[in-house]
């Protein structure tokens, strides 16, 4: 029994946490929504990595200005990736599209079998390593938020700015708290779209190349007998042809929409993950906060890393557009046949300098991620030299 093919219902986490934070993109139109999403925006996506990086100015200790940087730095990022996403949410609903109408081209048993043991798995195995890593690190936030409610001492989740004086007060204290502790479960929503959408698009336009190749490599070798009418290998050809447009359009929208969360990820994570090894190595002494900043470099790690592996699977595929056209059984084809694939292939040999950088600027593929994990252990040995002077 064939597998159905349904790139898009990975996808379902991401729409779930759009509708929280952007309801107004799916028409509810409402007085009271339009209120519910400004406000929103304004006192998580907006003041609350402000009111972390504002407390920087105000002479904090070491460990609270490695404490505070590992997080503000997160937070900031995350909110740009939010915004970022938002911007291209008209486009990011094309590409769906575009998904769902190659998804119909699915046909013989290779593709299905290709996109079950291939396609299909990475993307499971994605998202599971993607989501069990954030229930694991809210799990240790609860844990260390009850910690802070029962200790007598009144202390914030990370230390921040407020404008009153919310160590003096009870009730004062608990807006605080509890305004970071929202907080900090919305911009996990956010995390969550953020961190699934570019990974889990660049994963199935490079399968869906893959799977344009298997078909184009078959052109002309169709087996035919006395009930199957004669196949039009040429209108076939013409059909790919239109098909390979579509993943062009996808490749481009693809590009336009991960190029600035992309970058905004890059420059975070090597200047987060050495500022969080740093404070784990010089600062942090309780057991749970280890586990926690352990797992939140973990985290740091499975944002960055599937993106550019698979943005280096996607530069890949595309390099393999001319072989797959090649290797259909073009010699045996009319002249005129021949004559529109070779100007298909020219076409293709153009189209393989296409590559997806992060912001324009830096190529995104596997090496892009090991030179972000250099530049941060270089950031960590400058600093480990900057504390020993």
């Known amino acids: 029994m064939a597998a159905v093919i349904d790139s898009v219902r990975v996808y379902q986490p991401f729409w779930w946490c759009m509708r929280l934070m952007a309801p107004t993109f799916f028409g509810a139109t409402q007085r009271p929504v339009q209120i519910y999403v400004g406000l929103l925006h304004l006192l998580v996506t907006f003041l609350f990595p402000v009111h972390l990086l504002v407390n920087l100015a105000m002479q904090p200790t070491s460990a609270e200005l490695f404490q505070n940087l590992s997080i503000s730095m997160t937070c900031a990022a995350c909110s740009l990736k939010h915004v970022a996403h938002l911007y291209h949410l008209q486009e990011i609903a094309e590409i769906q599209k575009l998904l769902i109408e190659l998804d119909g081209y699915v046909d013989s048993e290779e593709e299905h079998r290709y996109y079950v043991d291939h396609l299909q798995c990475q993307a499971r195995r994605f998202t599971r390593c993607l989501y069990a ?8 936030f609860l844990l260390n938020l009850m910690i802070l409610i029962a200790s007598e001492d009144r202390m914030l989740v990370y230390p921040a700015y407020f404008p009153f004086d919310w160590q003096g007060n ?10 970071q502790s929202i907080c900090l479960v919305l911009e996990g929503i956010q995390g969550v779209s953020n961190d699934t959408f570019s990974p889990l698009t660049l994963c199935f336009l490079g399968g869906h190349i893959h799977m344009w190749g298997l078909r184009m490599r078959k052109l002309g070798y169709e087996e035919e007998d006395e009930e199957s009418p004669s196949v039009n290998h040429h209108q076939q050809l013409w059909n790919y042809i239109e098909q390979h447009k579509i993943l062009m359009r996808l490749h481009r929208l693809t590009r336009h929409t991960v190029s600035l969360a992309q970058l905004v990820q890059l420059g975070c994570s090597g200047a987060s993950l050495c500022i969080i090894v740093c404070y784990l190595l010089f600062f942090v002494r309780d057991i749970i906060t280890l586990l926690y900043y352990m797992i939140f470099i973990a985290v740091i790690c499975v944002q ?20 797959a056209i090649f290797s259909s059984k073009w010699y045996e084809e009319s002249r005129e046949h021949r004559r529109d694939l070779l100007i298909f292939t020219q076409l293709t040999l153009v189209g393989r300098s296409r590559v997806i950088k992060a912001g324009g600027l830096i190529e995104l593929n596997l090496n892009a991620f090991f030179v972000t994990l250099k530049t941060a252990y270089s950031l960590f040995a400058l600093v480990v030299q900057v504390k020993d002077i």
């Open 133 to 140: 890593s954030f229930v694991v690190i809210y799990v240790l």
């Open 170 to 179: 009870g009730y004062l204290y608990a807006i605080a708290l509890g305004y």
């Open 304 to 323: 960055l890393f599937p993106a550019c592996y698979f943005a280096s699977v996607v530069a890949e595929e595309m390099q393999s557009f001319p072989y």
